[in-house]
């Protein structure tokens, strides 16, 4: 199902959280609101589920609109067909998972067919073996699959996310990535997920909106937004930037400390090091107050002098004007 806002807005009391914001989600994409906190993202995502009224605008879902300050039109949250999966689960903790999983169908009074409705979507996270189990005896990983089993029973056309993976931790997130994002593909559903962490948002994304200050900067592929970012804000806060100047940057990748023909060399002296495993990293002073990233594969000492190349063809001019 497609997804459009246009010129929707929202403020509480005089501060206005979202300006003026049109975005098409396309049918069947995972698309990412990506900022930092308070940037409005909870806030979008909570208008296009109807749990927010925005103050202007519309918000259509396919050649439905559901919502349209002018004509009157407020689709309410049950009715507009959307999965939800949140940060904390929200698992009922005295209900076992089949029970939870069941709990949507019932609510809407679809009790027809209702056993196999729910072991299939338990299959489809691979939990059916624990289906008389209760959230306290699962894992963090286990419950988070459970909250989707209860988003998709419900045969959404499209499910939204806020943050569910920021309560397990690095590794069972890192896992759950992966896991998520094949099972929202394999089943064909259209996802909205909202995070603040952009290795997430890099990862699973087929687009991203990149939010600041309720303004969305940016929307685009992760490619697009890595190697062509649209402002310095974004450029900033996706990926690692190296700063040339007001408007030009760089990547790490971009610099080696090999001579490459053609490329520019400094000699910068190195600042810090950190072991990564894979390589190390090198924050190297360029001038006072900007530093550049350095990945390199031999260990550097603090203080010593590197020569380092920047292979101009890499070089990032960002020409957006809502920068920092
Ligand atoms: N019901 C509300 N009443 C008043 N202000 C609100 C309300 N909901 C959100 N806000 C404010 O709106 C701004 C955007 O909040 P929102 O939750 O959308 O941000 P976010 O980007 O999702 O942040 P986080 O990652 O911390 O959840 C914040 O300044 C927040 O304090």
Redesign the pocket.
């Known amino acids: 199902m497609e997804i459009r806002l246009t010129n929707i807005t929202k403020s509480?009391?005089s501060?206005q959280?979202i300006a003026p914001t049109t975005l098409t989600v396309e049918s069947g994409s995972f698309t990412t609101l990506l900022?930092s906190?308070?940037?409005?993202?909870?806030?979008?995502l909570r208008m296009i589920a109807g749990l927010e009224t925005p103050d202007t605008g519309e918000i259509w879902f396919d050649d439905r609109c559901i919502f349209s300050k002018e004509k009157k039109i407020d689709t309410p949250p049950e009715k507009r067909g959307l999965g939800f999966v949140f940060q904390d689960f929200a698992l009922w903790p005295h209900m076992t998972v089949f029970e939870n999983v069941a709990f949507g169908l019932r609510a809407q009074n679809r009790t027809d067919g209702l056993r196999d409705k729910v072991m299939e979507a338990l299959r489809s996270v691979h939990l059916e073996e624990l289906a008389q189990r209760y959230p306290h005896q699962l894992s963090g990983g286990q419950q988070q699959r459970v909250a989707f089993a209860r988003a998709i029973v419900i045969e959404p056309s499209c499910i939204l996310f806020d943050?569910p993976l920021s309560a397990l931790d690095a590794l069972l997130r890192e896992e759950m990535r992966h896991e998520l994002k094949e099972l929202v593909s394999r089943l064909g559903f259209t996802a909205v997920f909202?995070t603040?962490d952009q290795t997430e948002a890099m990862s699973m994304s087929d687009k991203i909106a990149v939010l600041d200050g309720g303004v969305v900067q940016q929307y685009d592929t992760p490619e697009e937004i890595y190697h062509h970012p649209a402002t310095r804000f974004v450029a900033h806060f996706v990926g690692k930037s190296n700063w040339l100047d007001a408007t030009r940057l760089f990547r790490p990748e971009a610099m080696t400390v090999d001579p490459a023909p053609g490329c520019t060399e400094y000699k910068l002296p190195v600042q810090s090091v950190q072991y990564l495993g894979d390589c190390y990293e090198v924050q190297l002073t360029y001038q006072p107050d900007v530093t550049w990233m350095l990945h390199c594969g031999r260990k550097a000492a603090v203080g010593e002098t590197l020569s380092v190349y920047i292979d101009p063809k890499q070089i990032i001019t960002v020409e957006g004007v809502n920068g920092k």
Not at 37 to 44: I, V
């Open positions: 509480f009391g501060k959280v900022g906190s308070g940037c409005g993202k909870t806030t979008l943050e909202v603040h």
